[in-house]
């Protein structure tokens, strides 16, 4: 086999953009000055969770760890934008969900 | 009012994903597509809690007197008592409740309408008009309605029930638009029909009854004449008729004036025995008005009783004293449950004349077997 049957596949260095894979008001009406609820579902293919452990270990061979994790390629942000104007504040956030509440105009 | 918000998430690369989504803000109702019920009529219309109204205990004599003291409105009120206008300028309730009182003797009450407004010294664009507000009897009797008289003016998106009579107009011009008419009182004691030869003393019940109009509309209405079962005599009348069918939706009667130009449109239409009853021979000199008429677009969700094993009249009226047939017009049944699954959604069929076509002869019966 020549070495190009045994090359591994290279990732791209091309990170797939975040899906909003649902917007979801808490009920269908509202009324005016009525508090409002929006739970925003949000994906990325590239999004992961990476754990990390540090492991140290001294001229005796005693070990101390941390673990710890990094969210690669999260979300930087969520942002709704309203028409009429609404002032949405973020309530709870997890990796894949972000809900807001505002005030209906 | 639609809120349409639009959600951008921009992850670490800097790249973006969003979507749209939109409710309603406030009110979604469309008159004659949106079918009324309890929860988006009367205070459910703008979502108002009764605590939330302030309590006027006792009758309310809205007079010109009181109108210059107060205005010409009243919102978010609860009326525990009977209300009776005279005033000489329109005013309107909204958002509130009449539930009138109760009284020590049945068949005597107070007054004979929770919101009563007959009064021809007041010029005729003096009314009230009630809109978006609740309306029932607290103490139901035999002779309670729930609208009475000649100065009623628009009457819209109100929650009905526990009356008699649900409306009745005395000669104005009835604007009765997105209405939740129901649970009308049925009694077998009823004075004003003691000498009846099928049924003495059995209420004669409609959702609305006009004796003369000039331009009445009723449209967007739900209309249920199905009699409530928590008060009057109503194991007296499911015996006979099963869950109370009874009455009429719309009962026009030219007893004491012309009806010229009605239209009954778009309407939801339950139960009953002859759901729209419009001019005929025998109900006043009056009802030749030579008028203008649209009846149409309205759905039979629910059978009426039938008159014999299996005639059901949707809709009928005297030879040449209401409208022309040809205005009777695209009035469907229901889709629902309630009607036999090969009429749902079907056209009714062209009324037939029955009897003969004079002007003290025969009847236009809109009508199936079933």
Same mark, same amino acid.
């Given at each position: ?77 969520? =942002? ?18 972000? =809900? ?6 | 009012?639609?809120? $349409? ?63 210059? $003291? ?8 609860? %009326?525990?008592?009977? %209300? ?6 329109? @005013? ?10 109760? @009284? ?7 007054? /004979? ?16 008009? %009630? ?63 003691? /000498? ?32 409530? /079962? ?9 015996? $006979? ?44 000199? @009056? ?45 469907? @049944? ?19 004349? %029955? ?16």
């Amino acid at each position: 086999m020549g070495p190009s049957e045994h090359r591994f596949q290279v990732k791209e260095n091309e990170m797939s953009a975040p899906v909003v894979t649902s917007v979801l008001y808490g009920k269908s009406n509202y009324q005016p000055g009525e508090l409002m609820t929006l739970t925003v579902n949000h994906t990325d293919v590239d999004r992961k969770v990476l754990p990390t452990v540090v492991t140290v270990t001294d001229t005796t061979g005693a070990t101390g760890s941390l673990s710890g994790s990094v969210i690669i390629d999260g979300a930087a942000s969520v =942002v709704p934008v309203s028409t009429p104007a609404v002032a949405w504040t973020l309530v709870a956030a997890t990796l894949n969900q972000s =809900v807001f509440t505002g005030t209906a105009p | 009012m639609i809120l $349409s918000t639009t959600v951008t998430v921009t992850d670490t690369t800097g790249a973006t994903g969003s979507r749209t989504a939109t409710c309603t803000i406030g009110d979604s109702f469309v008159r004659g597509e949106t079918e009324p019920t309890a929860a988006n009529s009367g205070l459910g219309v703008n979502g108002i809690a009764p605590t939330a109204l302030t309590v006027i205990n006792g009758d309310l004599n809205i007079t010109p007197a009181y109108m210059a $003291s107060n205005g010409n409105t009243l919102d978010r009120v609860w %009326v525990k008592g009977f %209300v009776t206008y005279t005033g000489t300028a329109p @005013f309107t309730i909204s958002n509130s409740i009449v539930s009138c009182r109760s @009284f020590s003797t049945p068949g005597s009450p107070p007054r /004979t309408a929770a919101i009563y407004a007959r009064s021809t010294s007041t010029p005729a664009s003096a009314v009230i008009n %009630v809109i978006n507000s609740q309306i029932y009897a607290f103490q139901p009797d035999v002779n309670i309605v729930g609208f009475s008289g000649e100065r009623i003016g628009v009457v819209e998106r109100n929650d009905i029930s526990y009356f008699s009579d649900l409306i009745n107009h005395w000669g104005s011009r009835p604007q009765v638009y997105g209405n939740y008419l129901h649970d009308f009182t049925f009694w077998d004691n009823d004075d004003k029909h003691a /000498t009846d030869g099928s049924h003495p003393g059995w209420s004669h019940n409609d959702g609305d009854q006009t004796n003369g109009c000039i331009d009445g509309e009723w449209i967007g209405n739900a209309v249920h004449m199905l009699a409530a /079962t928590g008060a009057g005599a109503y194991s007296v009348l499911a015996a $006979s008729f099963p869950e109370g069918r009874w009455g009429s939706a719309f009962m026009l009667t030219g007893s004491t004036g012309y009806i010229v130009n009605a239209k009954i449109q778009k309407n939801w239409i339950y139960g009953g025995q002859a759901p729209i009853c419009m001019p005929y021979q025998s109900s006043g000199a @009056f009802e030749d008005g030579g008028c203008s008429w649209d009846v149409s677009g309205n759905r039979f969700c629910s059978l009426p009783d039938p008159y014999s094993t299996s005639q059901r009249q949707l809709i009928r009226w005297g030879w040449g004293k209401g409208p022309a047939p040809a205005s009777v017009h695209d009035n469907v @049944f229901g889709n629902g449950s309630e009607i036999p699954s090969a009429l749902r959604g079907q056209p009714l069929p062209a009324a037939v004349l %029955v009897g003969p076509a004079t002007a003290t002869g025969g009847q236009y019966i809109v009508k199936i077997n079933a």
